[in-house]
């Protein structure tokens, strides 16, 4: 079965630049939630889109910004980066009208250099 | 906002003998209460979970409590295998989804042969 699909899969930055992450959902999801994890670390919540329109927001910083396009597709923008935004990223999505369980991507490893 | 605390940060068991690892939740609206698993490198994997119009629930040798009166929440599981060995962590969320999951901290659990 397809799942979600996360892109690039690992990524290095310097500090100060910006990144760029993107995010599949499973075909038909319309629901999408972005989480930061820190090495040894929970996963903590930073935002959500539900049919294109944002959802919930958590521990987002300032710096970050994130969208849901028309084809249920998400990114995450992130500027000014900073060495301790290293973490893994991960997407996860569901289909909240069914109240189907989220169900998470691969993520994406950042490393700010 | 929510707080989610969990209950041991590493657990050691015999394989074949039962594991029960505890998360407690600080927010009465909480009313969904999933457990992932994650191995080391890799994506939170949803295994169980449970809504707050339900007390207990089972799959296979996995099952979940909750006790919405004392905001607490246990999985348990029985026969561990060493597949089992892996990360896992509980969380809650207002919604009946995924929105916005506030984790615990997480439990290691080892299952020595």
């Given at each position: 079965?397809?799942?979600?699909?996360?892109?690039?899969?690992?990524?290095?930055?310097?500090?100060?630049?910006?990144?760029t992450?993107?995010?599949?959902?499973?075909?038909?999801?319309?629901?999408?939630?972005?989480?930061q994890?820190?090495?040894?670390?929970?996963?903590?919540?930073?935002?959500?889109?539900y049919?294109?329109?944002?959802?919930?927001?958590?521990?987002?910083?300032?710096?970050?910004?994130?969208?849901?396009?028309?084809?249920?597709?998400?990114?995450?923008?992130?500027?000014?980066?900073?060495?301790?935004?290293?973490?893994?990223?991960?997407?996860?999505?569901?289909?909240?009208?069914?109240?189907?369980?989220?169900?998470?991507?691969?993520?994406?490893?950042?490393?700010?250099? | 906002?929510?707080?989610?605390?969990?209950?041991?940060?590493?657990?050691?068991?015999?394989?074949?003998?039962?594991?029960?690892?505890?998360?407690?939740?600080?927010?009465?609206?909480?009313?969904?209460?999933?457990?992932?698993?994650?191995?080391?490198?890799?994506?939170?994997?949803l295994?169980?979970?449970i809504?707050?119009?339900?007390?207990?629930?089972?799959?296979?040798?996995?099952?979940?409590?909750?006790?919405?009166?004392?905001?607490?929440?246990?999985l348990?599981?029985?026969?561990?295998?060493?597949?089992?060995?892996?990360?896992?962590?509980?969380?809650?969320?207002?919604?009946?989804?995924?929105?916005?999951?506030?984790?615990?901290?997480g439990t290691?659990?080892?299952?020595?042969?």
């Amino acid at each position: 079965a397809a799942g979600v699909i996360q892109s690039p899969r690992h990524l290095i930055k310097e500090k100060r630049e910006t990144a760029t992450l993107k995010c599949y959902p499973i075909p038909r999801h319309d629901t999408v939630y972005w989480y930061q994890q820190g090495p040894g670390q929970d996963p903590q919540f930073l935002i959500s889109f539900y049919e294109k329109m944002q959802s919930d927001k958590g521990s987002i910083p300032d710096r970050f910004s994130a969208q849901q396009f028309s084809d249920y597709h998400s990114e995450l923008n992130m500027s000014s980066l900073e060495l301790g935004d290293s973490a893994l990223y991960f997407c996860a999505s569901s289909l909240d009208d069914q109240r189907v369980e989220a169900f998470f991507g691969q993520g994406t490893r950042l490393t700010v250099v | 906002g929510e707080n989610v605390e969990q209950h041991p940060s590493t657990l050691s068991v015999q394989e074949g003998d039962s594991a029960v690892i505890k998360c407690t939740y600080s927010d009465s609206a909480s009313n969904y209460f999933p457990w992932y698993k994650q191995e080391l490198g890799k994506r939170p994997q949803l295994i169980i979970d449970i809504r707050s119009n339900v007390g207990e629930k089972k799959d296979q040798r996995i099952a979940v409590t909750l006790n919405k009166t004392a905001k607490h929440f246990s999985l348990h599981i029985t026969e561990t295998q060493p597949e089992d060995s892996a990360v896992y962590f509980c969380a809650a969320s207002r919604s009946e989804s995924a929105d916005g999951l506030t984790f615990g901290k997480g439990t290691h659990l080892i299952i020595q042969p």
